[in-house]
């Protein structure tokens, strides 16, 4: 019986452990301004990636970003899904009408320090 206890609350602590862990880093940007949109060549390393960025516009660098990643002020996704074709749309129409976006990472960050993005809110 005591096994059973034992086992039952190392279980519970281990998926409690896991799943704040899952947590951490994700989450809402503050608001921000693209700069770039960047589709790399076929033969890098990122050729699968769109890169969104907004880095080097002064004042407006990317204030919390979650994710924890090396730059904060990069994003990227793939595409692959419908979903991922309407975010790729609703950040060409942020970027050309100059609206403020915060993007929801998902915790996972490139190779180069961007994170990865699963939602767009265009403010």
Known sequence: MKAVVLRSILVLAASALFSAAEAAGQGWTTQFQILEI??????????????????????????????????PNSFYFTI??????????????????????????????QVWGASEIDGVLIR
């Open 80 to 109: 692959g899904t419908e979903k991922q074709k309407r975010l790729l749309a609703m950040l060409l129409s942020a970027q050309m009408s100059g609206r403020n976006i915060s993007v929801w990472t998902t915790g996972n960050c």
């Open 38 to 71: 960047n589709q790399q060549q076929t033969t890098s390393l990122a050729s699968d990636q769109l890169i969104v960025s907004t880095t080097g516009l002064s004042g407006n660098n990317v204030s919390s970003n979650p994710s924890a990643c090396g730059n």
